[in-house]
Protein backbone atom coordinates (compact mmCIF):
# COMPACT_ATOMS: atom_id res chain seq x y z
CA UNK A 1 0.00 0.00 0.00
CA UNK A 2 1.38 3.52 -1.00
CA UNK A 3 1.27 6.46 0.55
CA UNK A 4 0.23 9.78 -0.90
CA UNK A 5 2.75 12.11 -0.67
CA UNK A 6 2.28 15.18 1.73
CA UNK A 7 0.40 18.48 0.61
CA UNK A 8 2.61 21.88 1.51
CA UNK A 9 -0.04 22.86 4.08
CA UNK A 10 0.26 19.25 5.89
CA UNK A 11 3.64 18.85 5.65
CA UNK A 12 3.68 22.38 7.05
CA UNK A 13 1.11 21.41 10.04
CA UNK A 14 3.38 18.12 10.94
CA UNK A 15 6.55 19.92 10.88
CA UNK A 16 5.28 22.87 13.50
CA UNK A 17 3.87 19.50 15.47
CA UNK A 18 7.58 17.97 15.84
CA UNK A 19 9.42 21.15 15.96
CA UNK A 20 10.83 22.22 19.47
CA UNK A 21 9.64 25.17 20.82
CA UNK A 22 12.08 28.13 20.84
CA UNK A 23 13.70 29.67 23.95
CA UNK A 24 15.21 32.50 22.07
CA UNK A 25 14.11 35.05 24.40
CA UNK A 26 14.82 33.05 27.45
CA UNK A 27 18.41 32.57 25.74
CA UNK A 28 18.72 36.31 25.41
CA UNK A 29 18.05 37.35 28.84
CA UNK A 30 20.52 34.71 29.97
CA UNK A 31 23.05 36.11 28.02
CA UNK A 32 21.84 39.54 28.96
CA UNK A 33 22.32 39.37 32.96
CA UNK A 34 25.36 36.94 32.79
CA UNK A 35 27.33 39.37 30.58
CA UNK A 36 26.03 42.33 32.14
CA UNK A 37 27.16 40.43 35.83
CA UNK A 38 30.61 40.05 33.99
CA UNK A 39 31.33 42.99 32.81
CA UNK A 40 29.84 44.49 36.71
CA UNK A 41 32.40 42.37 38.04
CA UNK A 42 35.17 44.16 35.48
CA UNK A 43 34.15 47.50 36.61
CA UNK A 44 33.96 46.67 40.48
CA UNK A 45 37.88 45.37 39.69
CA UNK A 46 38.89 48.65 38.07
CA UNK A 47 37.20 50.67 40.52
CA UNK A 48 39.45 48.40 43.33
CA UNK A 49 42.54 48.79 40.86
CA UNK A 50 41.84 52.44 41.16
CA UNK A 51 41.90 52.46 45.12
CA UNK A 52 45.22 51.04 45.03
CA UNK A 53 46.38 53.84 42.78
CA UNK A 54 47.78 51.48 39.95
CA UNK A 55 47.30 54.10 37.34
CA UNK A 56 45.55 55.52 33.68
CA UNK A 57 47.73 52.43 32.09
CA UNK A 58 47.86 50.11 34.53
CA UNK A 59 44.57 49.73 35.92
CA UNK A 60 43.01 48.35 32.49
CA UNK A 61 45.62 46.07 32.27
CA UNK A 62 45.07 44.87 36.14
CA UNK A 63 41.50 44.29 35.30
CA UNK A 64 41.82 42.68 32.32
CA UNK A 65 44.72 40.30 33.88
CA UNK A 66 42.22 39.42 36.89
CA UNK A 67 39.80 38.18 34.73
CA UNK A 68 41.06 36.28 32.52
CA UNK A 69 42.75 34.53 36.23
CA UNK A 70 38.83 34.38 37.58
CA UNK A 71 37.67 32.74 33.58
CA UNK A 72 40.91 30.11 34.10
CA UNK A 73 40.51 29.13 37.16
CA UNK A 74 36.83 29.01 36.69
CA UNK A 75 37.66 26.79 33.63
CA UNK A 76 40.21 24.67 35.86
CA UNK A 77 37.07 23.92 38.14
CA UNK A 78 35.06 22.89 35.42
CA UNK A 79 32.49 25.78 36.37
CA UNK A 80 33.04 27.97 33.50
CA UNK A 81 31.18 25.52 31.52
CA UNK A 82 28.26 25.11 33.60
CA UNK A 83 27.62 29.21 33.12
CA UNK A 84 29.13 28.74 29.25
CA UNK A 85 26.09 26.42 28.80
CA UNK A 86 23.42 28.15 30.83
CA UNK A 87 24.19 31.78 29.26
CA UNK A 88 25.82 31.56 25.76
CA UNK A 89 27.60 34.13 23.95
CA UNK A 90 26.91 35.99 27.74
CA UNK A 91 29.68 34.28 28.65
CA UNK A 92 31.67 33.83 25.63
CA UNK A 93 32.17 37.54 24.88
CA UNK A 94 33.63 38.84 27.73
CA UNK A 95 37.26 38.71 27.96
CA UNK A 96 36.81 35.39 30.07
CA UNK A 97 35.05 33.99 27.47
CA UNK A 98 38.62 33.95 25.44
CA UNK A 99 40.29 32.63 29.22
CA UNK A 100 38.08 29.87 28.47
CA UNK A 101 38.54 29.16 25.01
CA UNK A 102 42.66 29.12 25.64
CA UNK A 103 42.47 27.14 28.76
CA UNK A 104 39.77 24.98 28.23
CA UNK A 105 41.92 22.63 25.05
CA UNK A 106 45.02 23.01 27.02
CA UNK A 107 43.34 21.39 29.98
CA UNK A 108 41.37 18.78 27.86
CA UNK A 109 44.80 17.41 26.88
CA UNK A 110 47.03 17.81 29.43
CA UNK A 111 47.56 13.65 29.88
CA UNK A 112 48.88 13.74 25.94
CA UNK A 113 51.75 16.13 27.68
CA UNK A 114 53.25 19.13 27.73
CA UNK A 115 54.46 19.56 24.09
CA UNK A 116 51.93 17.37 22.21
CA UNK A 117 48.86 18.14 24.41
CA UNK A 118 48.92 21.35 26.01
CA UNK A 119 51.27 23.17 23.51
CA UNK A 120 49.78 21.51 20.38
CA UNK A 121 45.68 22.24 21.56
CA UNK A 122 46.77 25.90 23.39
CA UNK A 123 45.68 28.15 20.88
CA UNK A 124 42.63 25.38 18.79
CA UNK A 125 40.03 28.09 19.25
CA UNK A 126 41.95 30.99 20.53
CA UNK A 127 44.33 30.68 17.45
CA UNK A 128 41.85 31.65 14.96
CA UNK A 129 40.37 34.49 17.15
CA UNK A 130 44.27 35.95 17.87
CA UNK A 131 45.12 35.43 13.94
CA UNK A 132 41.98 37.54 12.40
CA UNK A 133 42.26 40.01 15.33
CA UNK A 134 46.03 40.72 14.65
CA UNK A 135 45.32 40.47 10.77
CA UNK A 136 42.99 43.22 11.07
CA UNK A 137 44.54 45.15 13.23
CA UNK A 138 47.24 45.44 11.25
CA UNK A 139 45.29 45.97 8.13
CA UNK A 140 43.01 48.83 9.70
CA UNK A 141 46.43 50.43 11.10
CA UNK A 142 48.16 50.19 7.22
CA UNK A 143 44.98 51.73 5.86
CA UNK A 144 45.41 54.64 8.46
CA UNK A 145 48.74 54.96 7.75
CA UNK A 146 47.87 55.49 3.55
CA UNK A 147 45.40 57.95 4.68
CA UNK A 148 46.42 59.66 7.32
CA UNK A 149 47.27 62.74 5.57
CA UNK A 150 43.41 63.36 4.41
CA UNK A 151 42.61 62.19 7.70
CA UNK A 152 44.84 65.12 9.51
Not at 20 to 26: A, D, G, K, N, Y
Not at 55 to 75: A, D, K
Not at 119 to 136: D, K, N, Q
Request: glycine share 14%.
Amino acid sequence: MSRQPYTAGQYQHLVSRVTPSSRMLVGYVRAFWVGGAICALGQLISAWAETLKLGEVTNPMFTTSVLILIGTTLTGLGVYDRIGKYAGAGSAIPVTGFANSVAAPAIEFQREGAITGVGARLFTLAGPVLAYGIASSVLVGVIYWALRGWLL
